[in-house]
T-cell receptor, first 116, second 115 residues
């Protein structure tokens, strides 16, 4: 069965430093997608980055990069040069299946606090 | 363009009542998802529509929950005989197509409180 594990309930980082948010997943499917979303205190879910299971390169989007280690089934999010506005909940998610939408499973989240 | 909208933003109802939650996806998006998010937790998948049909409803917790998308656009999540445990934020998301790298765009959610 699908499972997403985020073991860090809370993380602190100093402004302008980099931070890594951990995510491990479990699936028996060979084809799947991994996502990270940000949820500020306002509540909206904001898409950050996507990694496909067949992608050979780690995904990057601006200050966000995904450290994808397929053999270890980990998909850690790295945020470089943290900003105060990065303080939020961060969710790792996985969607199985080559075609069709299928269900997306979310982890419990990591709350990131950026200190000035 | 307009994002995903959800109405109402807040709904307070008494235990045992029936509620309907509405989701208006981004125009042209064929895939639509419903999630439930309890306080301090990640979103929990409920149901996925591709067009008008429910392609995966495996996340609906029981038969009190039902969702429709009759014309392949607006969707309504219906909850019968509400229970206090149904209290949560109900999120709707849409994507251009299902699967692949198509990101889901989320609405602001409907906060349901069952008293």
């Amino acid at each position: 069965a699908q499972k997403i594990t985020q073991t860090q309930p809370g993380m602190f980082v100093q402004e302008k430093e980099a931070v890594t948010l951990d995510c491990t997943y479990d699936t028996s499917d060979q084809s799947y997608g991994l996502f990270w979303y940000k949820q500020p205190s306002s509540g909206e879910m904001i898409f950050l980055i996507y990694q496909g299971s067949y992608d050979e390169q780690n995904a990057t989007e601006g200050r966000y990069s995904l450290n994808f280690q397929k053999a270890r089934k980990s998909a850690n999010l790295v945020i470089s040069a943290s900003q105060l506005g990065d303080s939020a909940m961060y969710f790792c998610a996985m969607r199985e299946g080559r075609t069709g939408g299928f269900k997306t499973i979310f982890g419990a989240g990591t709350r990131l606090f950026v200190k000035a | 363009g307009a994002g995903v909208s959800q109405t109402p933003s807040n709904k307070v109802t008494e235990k045992g009542k029936y509620v309907e939650l509405r989701c208006d996806p981004i125009s042209g998006h064929t895939a639509l998802y419903w999630y439930r998010q309890s306080l301090g937790q990640g979103p929990e998948f409920l149901i996925y529509f591709q067009g008008t049909g429910a392609a995966d409803d495996s996340g609906l917790p029981n038969d009190r929950f039902f969702a429709v998308r009759p014309e392949g656009s607006v969707s309504t999540l219906k909850i019968q005989r509400t229970e206090r445990g149904d209290s949560a934020v109900y999120l709707c998301a849409s994507s251009l197509k299902g699967g692949g790298a198509y990101e889901q765009y989320f609405g602001p959610g409907t906060r349901l409180t069952v008293t």
